[in-house]
C-alpha cells in the first residue's frame, strides 16, 4: 500500500518555464510534507516543505501548494533551469518521535537549455 | 555536505560476506534512519533509532542487523545477503519529536551483491 504517489516518473520543461511536480497521498494523519531533490550518486537534499495547517509556502523560485481536501501537494518552479534537472522525490511525514518520512517514487525532471 | 557521512560509498560482496555499512552525523540530531533504495522504488524506511533506541523495524529480513552505539553513529550490518539486496542505502537523521524538522541524508552506499 503505496501511501505517497508521484504519478509521473519523468517529466521535460524548457529552461525558463515552469516546472510542475505532482504528489498525492492517501493518509490524512500526515501532519508535514517535504520535498527533496537528489541528484546521481549523492543523497536527497531537502529542498522545501509545508506544513498540514498551510496551503502554500514559498522559497525563491519554488513553491509547493497543499490541497487537502484532495489529498494533493505539488512542486512549482519558476524559471526552471538546466541545474534543476534531478530527481524529485516528495515525502510525508506522520507526527511523533521520530518524524519518521514516507517518500513517494519520485519524478525525474529534465530542463532543456 | 549536509553533516551525514556514510562510509563506504561502493561496496561489493559475496553472499556469503559479512560487511558493515557506517554513517555519522554531526548536527546534533537524535534521531537516525536507514533507507534502501531500489530502481523504480520509493525510497523504504528500514529502520528509526530515537535517542539510541531501536523504535521501528519495518519487516526487514534478519540478515540485515542495524547497531547505534551513540546518538552520532549508526552502522549496518550485513551478513548472507542476497543478489536482490543490492541497492543505494541510506542514512538520515533528524531531531526527533514535533516542529519543522526535516531529515538529512547522507551521500549513500551504493551496494552490489554478487
Known amino acids: 500500500d503505496q501511501q505517497v504517489k508521484q ?6 520543461v524548457q529552461e525558463g518555464r515552469i516546472s510542475i511536480l505532482n504528489c498525492d497521498y492517501t493518509n490524512s494523519m500526515f501532519d508535514y510534507f517535504l520535498w527533496y531533490k537528489k541528484y546521481p550518486a549523492e543523497g536527497p537534499t531537502f529542498l522545501i516543505s509545508i506544513s498540514s495547517i498551510k496551503d502554500k509556502n514559498e522559497d525563491g523560485r519554488f513553491t509547493v501548494f497543499l490541497n487537502k481536501s484532495a489529498k494533493h501537494l505539488s512542486l512549482h518552479i519558476v524559471p526552471s533551469q538546466p541545474g534543476d534537472s534531478a530527481v524529485y522525490f516528495c515525502a510525508a511525514r ?16 529534465a530542463v532543456q537549455p | 555536505e549536509t553533516g551525514v557521512t556514510q562510509t563506504p560509498r561502493h561496496l ?32 523504504e524506511l528500514m529502520f528509526v533509532y530515537s535517542l539510541e533506541e531501536r523504535v521501528e523495524n519495518n519487516s526487514v529480513p534478519s540478515r540485515f542487523s542495524p547497531e547505534c552505539p551513540n546518538s552520532s553513529h549508526l552502522f549496518l550490518h550485513l551478513h548472507t545477503l542476497q543478489p536482490e539486496d543490492s541497492a543505494l542505502y541510506l542514512c538520515a537523521s533528524s531531531r526527533a519529536g ?12 551504493r551496494l552490489t551483491v554478487v
Do not use: D
Request: hydrophobic share 30%.
Open chain 1, 7 to 12: 504519478n509521473s516518473p519523468s517529466l521535460s
Open chain 1, 94 to 109: 506522520k507526527g511523533g518521535a521520530t518524524n519518521k518520512l514516507i517518500f513517494g517514487t519520485g519524478t525525474l525532471l
Open chain 2, 12 to 43: 561489493v560482496m559475496g553472499m556469503t560476506n559479512k560487511k558493515s555499512l557506517k554513517c555519522e552525523q554531526h548536527l546534533g540530531h537524535n534521531a537516525m534512519y536507514w533507507y534502501k533504495q531500489s530502481a523504480k522504488k520509493p525510497l
Open chain 2, 98 to 109: 514535533q516542529g519543522n524538522t526535516e531529515a538529512f541524508f547522507g551521500q549513500g552506499t
